[in-house]
Every structure is written in C-alpha cells, then in structure tokens.
C-alpha cells in the first residue's frame, strides 16, 4: 500500500499561476520530506526538502508548507513558468524514501 | 557536484542475453540504491548498499543481481529477463547516515524483447 498519497494526479496552470500539489502520510516515523522533479527521460531532481520541526521552507518560486499535526505537506511553485512542466514526485524518508504516486504540471504559456 | 552517472543510457536485450548496468558517483557518498521506474509511476526501490554491503533488497527476483565493487561503483547484473522487466532503471546515491537526501542518476532505458 502506498504510504505518501499525493493529489492531484495532474493539474494544467496557466503561465504566472500558482501550482499546489498535496501530499498526506500516515507513517509518524517519517523524518525527511523530499520534493522530486523529473522531466521526461531523466531521473528525478531533488528540488527542495524539509524536515518536521519546520513549518514552511522556501527556495525561489518553491515552498513546502508542512503541517505535522495533520500529517500532510504541499508544495507549492509561484509564477508558474512553462519550464516548470514536468512529474513532481513528494517523498518522505524513515529507513527508505517512500514516494507519492506523482503529480504530471502542464504550464499554458 | 551532485552528479551520479549511469551507462548506458539505453539498451536493448533478448530474454537470454546477460548484461550489466552501471552506476558511478564521486561525492563520497556511501549509500547507493537501484530503483524501477515504470511509465507514469515513482521509483520503485530494488537494493540498497550501505558501506559496500547489501543492506535491503525488496524481494527482487534472483534475474537481477547487484554488485558493489566499491565505494563509487554500483552494478545490476541482468540476466534471463522477462519482457515486463522493460523499465528506466535509476540509481541514486546519498550519504550514508541520511537516506532522506538521495541523488539519482539519469537512468539506464531497458527493453527486454
């Protein structure tokens, strides 16, 4: 059974829009949450992470928000850009990284 | 430099060939994994090394057999594979004590004819 459940499957935004992806877990031995990005015929890119004491991370047009007591996490890509387009993966790591079921962005220019 | 390399970046195989799978890194890391990736899914993982040793394997069957030579260098040994076994194959790398920050490579494209 998949561990990190990841919505939505995919989502098409408009270029300058925001995209949101969400992800829950269940698992509170969960201690690291990744965000992968992958473009078609390459291998996943770590994109940004961040840990359970840390309510909000941002790096550029990126930011994980992180609620613990829900047990869920979203990213969230701001100005959305036609480059941004690709699979996003969230992930969270105890003895292995467990994946979400991924998330295909289409950004509109 | 975050780089895992892999080669080679396609390969084509009958289901009686044997071939290898390679994986390289230089970042000191000392954790390596392979994963299986189908089509519009997530990695799925197969082996991790950790410290040169075989540390999990996820019920892999025997036709897949990993190798590590050394501290930079991972293998998959293929061997009588089934035409389900086609698959982008990715290896990563990560520290060894954080499991969490993986690296992967730009995977090995199989197709088992």
């Known amino acids: 059974q998949q561990q990190v459940k990841q919505s939505p499957q995919s989502l098409i935004v408009q270029k300058g829009g925001i995209s949101i992806i969400n992800c829950a877990y269940e698992n509170?031995?969960?201690?690291?949450?990744?965000?992968?990005?992958?473009?078609?015929?390459?291998?996943?890119?770590?994109?940004?992470?961040?840990?359970?004491?840390?309510?909000?991370?941002?790096?550029?047009?990126?930011?994980?928000?992180?609620?613990?007591?829900?047990?869920?996490?979203?990213?969230?890509?701001?100005?959305?850009?036609?480059?941004?387009?690709?699979?996003?993966?969230?992930?969270?790591?105890?003895?292995?990284?467990?994946?979400?079921?991924?998330?295909t962005v289409t950004v509109r220019a | 430099d975050t780089e895992v390399t892999q080669t080679p970046k396609h390969l084509v195989m009958g289901m009686t060939n044997k071939k290898s799978l390679k994986c390289e890194q230089h970042m000191g890391h000392r954790a390596m994994y392979w994963y299986k990736q189908k089509a519009k899914k997530p990695p799925e993982?197969?082996?991790?090394?950790?410290?040169?040793?075989?540390?999990?394997?996820?019920?892999?069957?025997?036709?897949?057999?990993?190798?590590?030579?050394?501290?930079?260098?991972?293998?998959?040994?293929?061997?009588?594979?089934q035409p389900e076994d086609s698959a982008l194959y990715l290896c990563a790398s990560s520290q060894g004590g954080d499991r969490g920050i993986q690296y992967f490579g730009a995977g090995t494209r199989l197709s088992v004819l």
Not at chain 1, 40 to 51: D, H, S, V
Not at chain 1, 77 to 93: E, L
Not at chain 2, 55 to 81: G, K, M, Q
């Open chain 1, 28 to 103: 509170t031995a969960f201690d690291y949450f990744p965000w992968y990005q992958q473009f078609p015929g390459k291998g996943p890119a770590l994109l940004i992470a961040i840990r359970p004491d840390v309510s909000e991370k941002k790096e550029g047009r990126f930011t994980i928000s992180f609620n613990k007591s829900a047990k869920q996490f979203s990213l969230h890509i701001m100005d959305s850009q036609p480059g941004d387009s690709a699979t996003y993966f969230c992930a969270a790591n105890d003895y292995k990284l467990s994946f979400g079921a991924g998330t």
């Open chain 2, 45 to 81: 993982l197969m082996f991790v090394y950790s410290y040169e040793k075989l540390s999990i394997n996820e019920s892999v069957p025997s036709r897949f057999s990993p190798e590590c030579p050394n501290s930079s260098l991972l293998n998959l040994h293929l061997h009588a594979l």
